[in-house]
Nanobody
Framework: QVQLVESGGGLVQAGGSLRLSCAASGRTFDDYAMGWFRQAPGKEREFVAAVSAQNVNSYYADSVKGRFACSRDDAKNTVYLQMNNLKPEDTAVYYC????????????????WGQGTQVTVSS
C-alpha cells in the first residue's frame, strides 16, 4: 500500500510564496521519481514539476519554470514544491504523484496519488 499525503496549501496573495509537502509511505522512496500535478476548476489535471531519484534532476512545466522548485528529502520520505512569485493562474488543487520508476517524456501521471491540497492565489 502506497500512501501520499500533501500539506502546505492555503490562501496567498499574488507575489507570495508557499511550500507544499508530500509525505510518502508504503514503498521504497529513494529509487523513484516523484512529481506534482494540479487541477484548476474546469481544467484538466496538468503536470507541474517532478524530481528524479536521489534529487539528481528536477523538471518543470513551462508555466512555472523559474518560479517553482521541486526537491526531495529522502531521509524524511518527503517531496517538496516550493512555489514563489505565485500568480492567480496558479490557483488549483495540487496533487502529489508517484510513478512506478520514471515519468515518460511528457510526464504522464504515475500510478499513485495523494488527496490534494488547495492553493488559492488572490490578485
Amino acid at each position: 500500500q502506497v500512501q501520499l499525503v500533501e500539506s502546505g496549501g492555503g490562501l496567498v496573495q499574488a507575489g507570495g510564496s508557499l511550500r507544499l509537502s508530500c509525505a510518502a509511505s508504503g514503498r521504497t522512496f529513494d529509487d523513484y521519481a516523484m512529481g506534482w500535478f494540479r487541477q484548476a476548476p474546469g481544467k484538466e489535471r496538468e503536470f507541474v514539476a517532478a524530481v528524479s531519484a536521489q534529487n539528481v534532476n528536477s523538471y518543470y512545466a513551462d508555466s512555472v519554470k523559474g518560479r517553482f522548485a521541486c526537491s526531495r528529502d529522502d531521509a524524511k520520505n518527503t517531496v517538496y514544491l516550493q512555489m514563489n512569485n505565485l500568480k492567480p493562474e496558479d490557483t488549483a488543487v495540487y496533487y502529489c504523484n508517484a510513478p512506478v520508476g520514471y515519468y515518460n517524456d511528457n510526464f504522464a501521471p504515475g500510478t499513485y496519488w495523494g488527496q490534494g491540497t488547495q492553493v488559492t492565489v488572490s490578485s
